[in-house]
C-alpha cells in the first residue's frame, strides 16, 4: 500500500547529521495549490493595473481629440455662417443681373425648394449654432450646396439671355454717372431743399466736387444737350428700347444733341447749375417715360458688361 507521507532528508553540511522531515501528502498538496492561487492573483491584480494605467492614458486622449474636434467644428461653424453670409449677397447680385438680363427674379418658394428650408441669412431662429452639433452642420452645409447648384443654373441662364442681347445690354445704364462724391438724395419722396414740402425727387443726387467728370452710363444718341430751367446745364441720352438717361445741373457739357456715346464716355463735368443748392449730379433713368430708381441698375464697379 503506498504511503500518503513524504519525507524529506535535509543535509545542512558534510559534518552535520542529515535530519528528516516527514510532511503528509495532503499538505503538500494544500501548500500547491496556495502557491498557484497567490501566483494567478499576482497576475490578474498586475493585468488590472496595467488595464487601468492603459484606460486613463486613452481616456486623457480621447478628452484631447474630444476637445480638438470640438474646436474644428466650432471653427467650420464659424465659415459656414461667413458662406451663408456672402451667398446673401451673392442672391441679390443675381437679382440684379437677371433683371438686366430680363429674366424674372426667382421668387421665395424656388429658393426654398432649392434650399431645404431655413430663412437664408440665419443659421438658425436664435442667430447661432450649436459647434457641436455635427448633424446640424453637416444639414447646414448640404444646404449652401443646393443653393450654390441653383446658382448655377441661374447664372448659366442668365449667361444665355445675355450673349442673346450683348448688343442691347450696351445700351442698358449700368455703371455709376460719376466715380467720386456720395449719394446725397435718393429717389422716391423727399423734402424738397428749396420749398420744405414733401415731394417727388425722380432720380438720385451724387454729391461731388465741381468739376468732376460725368459718364454716359451705356451706349446712346444724345438727344438733348443745353440749359433747361430748373435743370440747369442737361443731357439726355436716348439707349433705345424706351431708355433715357438725364444728367442735370452740370458746370459744363462736353458733347452735342445728335452725337453719338459710349458707355463711359465723358459727357459733363459736376456743376450747380440751374435749381442747385450745391455741386452735384442729378441723375435719372427712364423706361418709356416712366421714372426709375437709378440704383436698380447699377452693377458693381469690378463687373464686366462689354
Known amino acids: 500500500m503506498a504511503s500518503d507521507k513524504i519525507t524529506f532528508i535535509v543535509i545542512p553540511s558534510a559534518k552535520s547529521e542529515p535530519k528528516t522531515f ?9 501548500l500547491a ?21 492603459v484606460d486613463g492614458e486613452r481616456l ?21 455662417t461667413e458662406l451663408e453670409s456672402t451667398m446673401v449677397q451673392h442672391v441679390q447680385f443675381e437679382e440684379q443681373l437677371r433683371i438686366l438680363a430680363g429674366l424674372e427674379p426667382l421668387n421665395a418658394e424656388v429658393w426654398e425648394v432649392g434650399i431645404g428650408g431655413p430663412d437664408l441669412e440665419v443659421a438658425d431662429r436664435d442667430g447661432a449654432r450649436d459647434a457641436g452639433s455635427l448633424k446640424s452642420l453637416d444639414q447646414d452645409i448640404d444646404r449652401l450646396l443646393r443653393q450654390i447648384r441653383l446658382q448655377e443654373q441661374s447664372f448659366s441662364q442668365i ?26 438724395s435718393g429717389f422716391g419722396r423727399r423734402r424738397d431743399p428749396f420749398t420744405g414740402r414733401i415731394s417727388r425727387h425722380e432720380g438720385v443726387d451724387f454729391s461731388a466736387r465741381k468739376g468732376s467728370k460725368v459718364y454716359a452710363t451705356a451706349d446712346g444718341i444724345v438727344r438733348k444737350a443745353g440749359y433747361e430751367r430748373g435743370y440747369g446745364y442737361t ?18 457739357l462736353l458733347v452735342r444733341r445728335g452725337q453719338k456715346v459710349k458707355r463711359g464716355d465723358v459727357i459733363a463735368y459736376v456743376g450747380n447749375s440751374g435749381r442747385s443748392t450745391a455741386p452735384h449730379l ?5 423706361v418709356n417715360g416712366v421714372p426709375q430708381n437709378p440704383l436698380k441698375f447699377i452693377l458693381p464697379s469690378d463687373t464686366v458688361v462689354d
Do not use: W
Not at 498557484?36 to 494605467?53: D, H, Q
Not at 470640438?70 to 464659424?78: F, P
Not at 445675355?162 to 449719394?183: E, F, N, Q, T, W
Not at 442729378?282 to 427712364?286: D, G, I, L, P, T
Open 159 to 184: 449667361m444665355e439671355r445675355l450673349r442673346a442681347k450683348a448688343d442691347d445690354l450696351k445700351h442698358l445704364p449700368s455703371i455709376r454717372p460719376v466715380d467720386v462724391g456720395y449719394i446725397s
Open 22 to 30: 516527514t510532511i503528509e501528502k495532503r499538505q503538500v498538496m494544500v
Open 60 to 80: 486623457s486622449q480621447l478628452k484631447s481629440e474630444n476637445e480638438s474636434l470640438r474646436s474644428r467644428v466650432s471653427t467650420l461653424s464659424d465659415k459656414v
Open 33 to 53: 495549490s496556495l502557491v498557484v492561487c497567490l501566483l494567478v492573483f499576482s497576475i490578474f491584480a498586475s493585468f488590472l493595473a496595467f488595464n487601468r494605467v
Open 235 to 252: 443731357i439726355e441720352i436716348d439707349h433705345g428700347n424706351g431708355v433715357v438717361t438725364r444728367y442735370a445741373h452740370n458746370a459744363k
Open 282 to 286: 442729378h441723375y435719372e433713368v427712364r
